[in-house]
């Protein structure tokens, strides 16, 4: 079943951001995500949420926990701590999928 993995959190200026975003690309890739969707809200188009799908579960963790990551989120202009969360998906009797949560360290 795959694995996904949901972050939220604040920017100071989108479009800044998005160009780091963008070019932090081969690290992901490199990390086994693959980038589902991208969402703004709706009221502040500086939060956003993002959903991968993560090939390997190992380096997913690696890549969210790894200080390199953090730095460049904050030079990209992340001002806030994000909010991540793993996602298995299973399925059920009914055909669909439901999810369970996994813990994630945190950022403080």
């Known amino acids: 079943m795959p694995t996904y993995v949901l972050i939220r959190y604040r920017v100071r200026e989108y479009s800044a951001w998005k160009l780091a975003y963008d070019a932090y ?4 890739i490199e990390a086994g995500l693959t980038e589902k ?4 809200s709706s009221n502040d188009a500086n939060e956003v949420i993002i959903l991968f799908e993560a090939k390997y579960l190992g380096r997913a963790k690696a890549f ?6 953090r730095g460049s989120m904050d030079k990209a202009g992340v001002i806030d701590t994000p909010d991540i969360y793993f996602r298995d998906a299973q399925k059920v ?3 669909g999928y439901h999810t369970l949560r996994r813990p994630v360290p945190s950022w403080t």
Do not use: D, I, M, T
């Not at 690309?25 to 992901?28: G, I, S």
């Not at 969707?37 to 703004?40: A, D, G, M, V």
């Open 25 to 28: 690309l081969p690290k992901r």
């Open 93 to 95: 009797e009914s055909g």
């Open 37 to 40: 969707h991208l969402f703004c």
């Open 64 to 69: 969210f926990e790894s200080p390199e990551l």
